[in-house]
């Protein structure tokens, strides 16, 4: 029961991960072609490389991981991933700080709020509840363990 839990928690639906794609795509062709200013130079780079960095880190959260046979190290994996994540956006937050204007300076910023909303919503349940079945899951084995 628990292992199946981990395994539903360790997957995404298709809707969300369709719309964190979306959302990163539109971010990285502003960060690449939009119209962003910032308050010195190769400031606007740090800022393409920190979101080309996110998408990584939200591919490694969106990876498949049935090829892990522990069902436990497929949950470390994902909460391994989902902090890198967090580190990643908290440091493209950071950079975009250094942008100040531009026209689509604007629609930047949202999307950044957009994503972090989908990492202080539902990625963050998703974590505690991984974290909450990883530990009944190790209390299972010890006590699996005390019996023999």
């Known amino acids: 029961m628990i292992r199946h839990e981990i395994d539903v928690l360790t997957e995404f639906d298709s809707e969300l991960m369709a719309y964190v794609r979306m959302r990163w795509l539109r971010l990285m062709e502003i960060a690449v072609w939009g119209d962003l200013k910032s308050r010195g130079p190769g400031l606007t780079g740090k800022v393409r490389r920190r979101a080309l960095e996110l998408g990584e880190k939200w591919r490694s959260v969106f990876n498949d991981r049935t090829w892990i046979p522990q069902v436990r190290q497929r949950a470390k994996n994902f909460l391994g991933s989902s902090l890198s994540l967090r580190d990643g956006l908290l440091l493209l937050e ?55």
């Open 94 to 148: 950071k950079a975009a700080k250094d942008l100040d204007e531009g026209g689509d300076y604007a629609e930047f910023t949202q999307i950044l709020a957009d994503l972090h909303q989908v990492v202080a919503g539902p990625l963050f349940e998703r974590e505690n509840r991984l974290a909450a079945a990883l530990e009944r899951l190790n209390q299972e084995a010890q006590e699996d363990e005390g019996t023999e």
